[in-house]
């Protein structure tokens, strides 16, 4: 089964930039869909953007709709979230998840539709 492994958090002023990725281990993902989620203390996890894995096609949540990018490389079975114009309240960890199935609504944004998660990593926006 395949893993998803984030990397690319950290610490970072307000204003700047950011990459996060996620690779598939074990086996490439061949799934349907691929997101970005980050967990909010009060709200839990929440959807931030996401991607059709065979087509390419994008959905964002409202907050960073315009400043972060979601995308991905099928060969690779890498996904990325390109963060521009940080603020301190994007600061969260962030989560990768895979659907493997087709969904009947579109791009899903809840998190229980996501069936692979990874690990999380740690961003930290300061101002």
């Known amino acids: 089964q395949a893993q998803l492994i984030e990397s690319g958090g950290g610490s970072v002023q307000a204003g700047n930039s950011q990459r996060l990725s996620c690779t598939s281990s074990g086996r490439p993902f061949s799934g349907a869909y691929m997101a970005w989620f980050r967990q909010d203390p009060m709200k839990g996890r929440v959807f931030v953007a996401a991607i059709n894995w065979n087509y390419g096609t994008t959905y964002y949540g409202d907050a960073v709709k315009g400043r972060f990018t979601i995308s991905r490389d099928n060969a690779k079975s890498a996904l990325y979230l390109d963060m521009t114009s940080l603020r301190p309240e994007d600061t969260a960890t962030y989560y990768c998840?895979?659907?493997?199935?087709?969904?009947?609504?579109?791009?899903?944004?809840?998190?229980?539709?996501?069936?692979?998660w990874g690990q999380g990593t740690q961003v930290t926006v300061s101002s």
């Open positions: 998840a895979g659907r493997s199935t087709e969904h009947e609504y579109g791009i899903p944004v809840a998190a229980v539709s996501y069936d692979l």
